[in-house]
């Protein structure tokens, strides 16, 4: 787990602002879900052979002996929401979530066990053009951010049909060099083993290289589909490499699944991540429904937005009021608070605990401000404030009080 220091949570808040803009830009509204869910949500969804399940859930018995799980992934708690409140019955939903995700693995720079995700899902759409939209979307907030050195990555798992004969391919290949395998593949081969081509083990990178290719059994509707959403990137102008070899770690996946990756980051290149899944609603309970969506990680894209020379998000205040001398501090508090009613979002720090006006003075400086609002016993008998400019060598300025406002605001402007 790692802290979020102040010094970093304001280009937090700026990645994130920008992203929530481009993604409500397309017309996908928030949902709030809770972080714990029940146990079977995810191990239904996700898949019991996969890694998050067998090994990085955080899973604990509740008072009332019931397993729980901290949130390893958004997606499965989406549908479980959308079930729950009746958000599919003859709907279609474009929704969005963002927060703490957990996952026990190794923490290395940008990957934490406490880590944070944005969910982008849509539901109810069956055609490629809303996996096209999704891909659209993420090109669009890179340009939106300033981001350079990424390239998108897809491929098909086809429909559950060809994926069920590719599925026999794979298990009389792997049979075949069963005493090659590792501990995990030998594990996976009868029930899952789409997942030894997600092995992280360079020892069975050649084995997996020379496996069955998906896209060569895929059926007509997978084609078309597959088709379909390469014609509308190319007509986006939105390039793409066909990776055969993605499949992506979790089991609900079908038909379209992309990635976004960089190699800005090291190890970690992979930025946004998603797929299609049109079997989960109906696994978890609902009726049948096709749907899509993807996964950021935001440690990673606030990462990315540094090396790529963002430029960090502002944590300074706007105006320090220095107060010195008998009544300054009320008036100074009337001040600032005249300050913020006349300019909504102005961001001011009144000078509290005390101290010398040049004590008060360095505070105003290092707070980042861009002025000083002087309230001494000079400017209190005038009925007037000084304005410090504190980033310039302009010249302070003496205003009337009830001209403050009106004077900031433009000077800010300028």
Partial sequence: MNDI????????????????????AYGYREIRLPILERTEVFARAIGEVTDIVEKEMYSFKDRNDESLTMRPEGTAGMVRAG???????NQRQKLWTVGPMFRYEKPQKGRYRQFHQFDVEAMGYEGPDIDAELIILCARLWER???????????TLGTPDCRAKYRAELVHYFSGVKNQLD??????????????????????????????????????????HFD?????????????????????????????????????????????????????????????????????????????????????????????????GDGALALGFAAAENLRDQIPGLK???NLGGGSFKSQLKRADKSGAAYAV???????????AGLKPL????????????????????RLEH
Wanted: proline share 4%.
């Fill in 5 to 24: 220091l102040p010094e970093e949570s304001g280009t937090w808040r700026l990645v994130e602002e920008i992203v929530r803009d481009v993604i409500e």
């Fill in 83 to 89: 079930i729950t409140n009746g958000l599919f019955h």
């Fill in 145 to 155: 951010l300033g981001l350079g050195r990424l390239s998108l990555e897809i491929n």
């Fill in 183 to 224: 501990e995990d593949s030998i594990r996976r081969l009868e029930k899952n083993p789409l997942r030894i081509l997600d092995s992280k083990n360079p020892d069975m990178r050649e084995l997996i290289a020379a496996a069955p290719v998906m896209i060569e059994h895929i059926d007509a509707e997978a084609t078309a």
């Fill in 228 to 324: 379909g959403l390469k014609s509308l990137l190319d007509a986006a102008d939105v390039p793409y490499t066909v990776n055969p070899r993605l499949v992506r770690g979790l089991d609900y996946y079908n038909l379209t699944v992309f990635e976004w990756i960089t190699d800005a980051l090291g190890s970690q290149g992979a930025v946004c991540a998603g797929g299609r899944y049109d079997g989960l609603v109906e696994k978890l309970g609902g009726r049948a429904t096709p749907a899509i969506g993807w996964a950021m990680g935001v440690e990673r894209l606030v990462g990315l937005y540094e090396a790529c020379g963002g430029i960090p998000g502002l944590q300074d205040v706007d105006i320090y009021i220095v107060a010195v």
């Fill in 348 to 350: 001011v720090e009144l």
């Fill in 374 to 384: 002087i309230l001494g016993e000079d400017e209190i008998a005038r009925n007037e």
């Fill in 391 to 410: 980033r310039s060598a302009a010249e302070q300025e003496n205003v009337a009080l009830d001209a403050l406002a009106g004077t900031v605001k433009a």
